[in-house]
């Protein structure tokens, strides 16, 4: 999957983005205060994605 699609989906889930770290980018949900880190990839394996989603407490991307 996109990265780009990837944070779309994570912005239209209420995250929003902590801090750009060197490697990956840090997301926070407010609702359930949660955080993740987005890798800084082209390509994320769907794996990493549904992963991400789950630690954030937001529906899995399809």
Do not use: Q
């Amino acid at each position: 999957m996109k990265r780009k699609d990837l944070i779309h989906h994570l912005i239209k889930e209420g995250c929003v983005l902590l801090r750009e770290g060197a490697k990956h980018s840090i997301f926070f949900n407010f609702p359930t205060k949660n955080t993740s880190s987005v890798p800084r990839h082209r390509e994320i394996n769907g794996f990493i994605a549904r992963k991400i989603c789950r630690d954030l407490g937001v529906a899995e991307i399809k």
